[in-house]
């Protein structure tokens, strides 16, 4: 049976290119974050105003095998 061990997501400046059903890589975090996630759903967010800023809300999942540690 295949089940889902976490979710999260993770805010960036803009990024076209991500794509929901994607996988994402999280490098740099602690133990149990980083590695290999789905992305669930994307939402592009862009600001008016001088600082025209540009951000990219990635909605993540554990893939179907669930979120396992990664062995070092």
Do not use: C
């Not at 076209?16 to 994607?22: L, N, Y």
């Amino acid at each position: 049976m295949a089940r889902n061990t976490g979710d999260g997501s993770f805010v960036l400046y803009g990024m076209p290119e991500a794509q929901a059903e994607s996988d994402v890589i999280a490098l740099g975090f602690r133990r149990e974050i980083s590695g290999k996630w789905r992305a669930h759903a994307i939402e592009h967010e862009f600001t008016a105003g001088p600082s025209g800023d540009y951000l990219t809300t990635v909605e993540v999942k554990a893939g179907e095998e669930g979120k396992k540690e990664e062995e070092e």
